[in-house]
Every structure is written in structure tokens, then in C-alpha cells.
């Protein structure tokens, strides 16, 4: 059966805003080169989004974690089932992520990254949903900060579901 989507965020809406983003991180690392990490698979639309709208170099790398735990308690461990490719000492790394929810994948991502000594470090979301928050995380930018309600689309899954849509939706 299908499932009944709401729109929370447009298509247009979501454009306009990865692309203002973009605009101010390409002004922020001008004259450098900005390597992008994505978190997989939520952040591969937004990424793909913002890194053709930069005007700066733009590398890129991808990781995937996982967390134990299901629904909504959570062991609060996150496992790495796919590590970095590229070694980040030195370089100016942009962590990139669909959503922040309560924190505690980003939190442990950054504190994995700063491990690596990277010249610089930064986390930018798509959304936020800041009344979730547990863990706490030093976003340099999101995109939209939204109510507590679970959202598709633009990357974010329900059961693997509904990334392609390119807007942000609410399951009914
Ligand atoms: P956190 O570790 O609790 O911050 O959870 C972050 C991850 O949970 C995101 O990368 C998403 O994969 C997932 N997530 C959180 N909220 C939503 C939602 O509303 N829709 C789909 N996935 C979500
Ligand atoms: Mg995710």
C-alpha cells in the first residue's frame, strides 16, 4: 500500500536555499579547495545539490555509519561500515548530512574526523530538528530547521523508501 505524503518543504524552496548555501560557503573558502564528506545515504541528494551549486574546488568522500539500537532508544553506539577513502590531514573538510535529529550520529562523526587532524572542520545539514537535540553539535549551516516530524525525501528514507522525491515530505 502507498503510503500519503504531505509536502513540508517545495522542490523550489529547497533548491533556492542549497543554493544560497552554496553561494556562502563558496565565499567562505574562497582561494581553497573544500572537501566535501558525505554521510551515506541520506546526504547523497543534498550533496550532489550543493557541491554543483559551489563555486570554489570541490573534493569529495563518503562514509557510511551505522547505530545499534532501533526505533526510538537507542544503545547510542555508531559503527563505521564504511571509512574514508582519502586521508583528511590538513584539508578543509565539510561534513555534509540530510538531517540533524538527536545528534548522536553527527556527534560521533565529528569527534571521529577531529581524530584525523583536518585543517578545518565544519558540519552543514539539510535540516534540523532542534527540539530532538541529545548530543550536541556545532553546525556551521542548515538548510531548514523543522518541527519534530519524520520527513522523506531529498535522501531522507522511510524503510529505504521515497529518497528520490525532490522535495521534503511528511508521512500521514
Ligand atoms: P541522529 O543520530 O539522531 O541525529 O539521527 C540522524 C539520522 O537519523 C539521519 O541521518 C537520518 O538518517 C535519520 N533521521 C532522523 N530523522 C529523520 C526523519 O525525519 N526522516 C528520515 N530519517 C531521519
Ligand atoms: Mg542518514
Redesign the pocket.
Known amino acids: 500500500m502507498d503510503d500519503k505524503i504531505g509536502v513540508l518543504i517545495s522542490e523550489e524552496a529547497v533548491e533556492n536555499r542549497i543554493k544560497e548555501m552554496a553561494e556562502q560557503l563558496s565565499k567562505k573558502y574562497r582561494g581553497g579547495t573544500v572537501h566535501l564528506i558525505g554521510?551515506l545515504k541520506?546526504s547523497i541528494m543534498f550533496l550532489a545539490s550543493l557541491s554543483r551549486y559551489m563555486t570554489v574546488p570541490v573534493t569529495m568522500d563518503f562514509i557510511a555509519v551505522s547505530?545499534y539500537g532501533s526505533g526510538t532508544v537507542?544503545s547510542g553506539e555508531i559503527k563505521m561500515k564504511k571509512d574514508l577513502d582519502q586521508d583528511i590531514e590538513g584539508r578543509d573538510v565539510i561534513i555534509v548530512?540530510?538531517?540533524?535529529?538527536?545528534?548522536?550520529?553527527?556527534s560521533h562523526v565529528v569527534e571521529y574526523m577531529k581524530t584525523k587532524n583536518p585543517q578545518s572542520l565544519k558540519v552543514v545539514t539539510l535540516l534540523d530538528?532542534p527540539d530532538?537535540r541529545?548530543?550536541e553539535v556545532d553546525l556551521e549551516m542548515t538548510g531548514f530547521q523543522i518541527p519534530d516530524?519524520?520527513?522523506?525525501g531529498y535522501g531522507?528514507?522511510?524503510a529505504e523508501k521515497y529518497r528520490n522525491l525532490p522535495y521534503i515530505g511528511v508521512l500521514d
Not at 149 to 152: M, P, T
Open positions: 554521510i541520506g547505530s537507542s548530512e540530510d538531517i540533524l535529529d538527536s545528534g548522536r550520529t553527527l530538528k530532538r541529545e548530543f516530524r519524520f520527513v522523506v531522507l528514507d522511510y
